[in-house]
């Protein structure tokens, strides 16, 4: 099932890491990405479209803010960022994360290399085919 929008395959690319024996530092404000899902081919004046999934803080105190985006030629980097929402009691229960990303065109043609980074773990990531929107 295609997951962006504009994609050009039907085929997902899914690259997962394995969970922390620990849950994340509550200083980190970073979600715990457990795998991504991006297309495994696209053009380059297609919207890249990345769904994140895993989990949101240490307990139910957090809550998922936003999505930074930092692009270079033939990367693309996003942090999902959350924050404390509770000041209050909270439940030990986690938040599910289960985003989806949209990064605006234009690519370059070639691999494209999407990195979520993970204070305490390995980053998850992911490669896309980018071809030229021409072909």
Do not use: W
């Amino acid at each position: 099932m295609p997951v962006g929008v504009g994609c050009t395959s039907g085929e997902t690319t899914v690259r997962t890491t394995s969970r922390a024996v620990a849950p994340q530092a509550p200083s980190a404000l970073i979600a715990e990405v457990d795998s991504i899902e991006a297309p495994s081919r696209m053009k380059t004046a297609d919207t890249l479209s990345v769904r994140l999934r895993g989990t949101v803080g240490p307990n139910g105190c957090y809550s998922f803010h936003r999505t930074a985006i930092e692009r270079e030629s033939n990367r693309v980097r996003l942090v999902p960022l959350v924050r404390r929402a509770s000041q209050n009691a909270c439940t030990t229960a986690l938040v599910p994360l289960d985003e989806t990303v949209r990064v605006k065109p234009p690519f370059e043609p070639d691999p494209l290399t999407i990195t979520v980074p993970q204070p305490n773990r390995t980053n998850v990531t992911a490669t896309v085919s980018v071809a030229d929107s021409t072909e």
